[in-house]
């Protein structure tokens, strides 16, 4: 079994990861270490899969889960809201894991500087759109967190070369964008102009060889909206993997379909 962890100046206080497909049970198109109890694989041997991360990692126990829906709605980690709609849970609890799964979406883990509180968000583009990072963080905020004492990882996601999305959705981001306050400076450290990015030169897009298409690039449109909310770039992780491109250790909903897995990524306080 084989996992990626966050590259990021944090104590063993915090343990964080995502799961490849190295390890497991799962056979045929599943095959390996599939966490997706939504997938058409036998839900016994996803279960066993997940018994044998959990006892291999010492993940603590909880009954506590999501069922995303490619929301904006973060949540805390309570056993009363098991199997609610959301993208993002978090919590200030010991021992008690925040979790979403993945297949080419962005798994995006959080801890602030005093290790005592976390969270972990499902960003596929609809819920980066609708401001799944701005709800999740603001939940920590609204403890009184300050965003500059926040790190973040962005974990394993489809890369830019092979995300292809209409220009529906590209306009949708661009407009999107124009609107979020405080916006002077892009995830590159491009100064824009009136707030408002020029759409023809912006390299969170780059124009597909297929009419009308554009490759997006899921990281840096996060990196944009985490920079936008006061985050330190400096403290902003990871970002440099490929679901799609790397079959042999990632499921990839884009590449495979419904024959997809699914990875899990995990973050939670040690006591």
Request: glycine residues 6%; charged residues 20%; aromatic residues 10%.
């Amino acid at each position: 079994m084989e996992i990626i962890t966050p590259n990021w100046p944090i104590s063993s206080r915090i343990t964080a990861f995502t799961t490849t497909r190295k390890g497991g049970v799962s056979e045929g198109d599943f095959k390996g270490l599939n966490m997706g109890l939504s997938t058409a694989d036998d839900p016994r041997s996803v279960m066993a899969n997940r018994q044998l991360l959990q006892e291999l990692l010492t993940i603590p126990a909880s009954n506590f889960h999501l069922t995303q829906i490619h929301s904006n709605l973060c949540v805390p980690v309570d056993e009363k809201w098991a199997g609610i709609g959301a993208d993002a849970c978090y919590t200030d609890q010991a021992n008690l894991p925040a979790m979403i799964l993945t297949a080419d979406c962005l798994p995006i883990l959080v801890t602030n500087r005093a290790e005592n509180r976390v969270i972990a968000i499902h960003a596929g583009w609809r819920s980066l759109l609708m401001d799944i990072i701005e709800n999740s963080i603001r939940s920590l905020t609204a403890l009184g967190e300050k965003p500059e004492d926040l790190f973040v990882w962005l974990g394993p996601a489809i890369s830019q070369k092979a995300f292809e999305v209409g220009n529906e959705v590209r306009q949708a981001f661009l407009y999107r964008n124009t609107l979020l306050e405080n916006i002077a400076i892009d995830a590159f450290g491009n100064t824009i102009k009136d707030k408002t990015i020029e759409s023809d030169k912006n390299p969170l897009f780059i124009p597909s060889d297929n009419e009308g298409k554009y490759y997006a690039d899921i990281y840096q449109l996060a990196k944009l909206r985490l920079y936008n909310l006061g985050i330190p770039t400096t403290q902003i992780y990871g970002g440099d993997l490929c679901t799609y491109s790397m079959p042999e250790y990632f499921y990839s909903y884009r590449r495979d379909g419904a024959k997809s897995g699914r990875m899990a990524s995990y973050i939670w306080i040690n006591s």
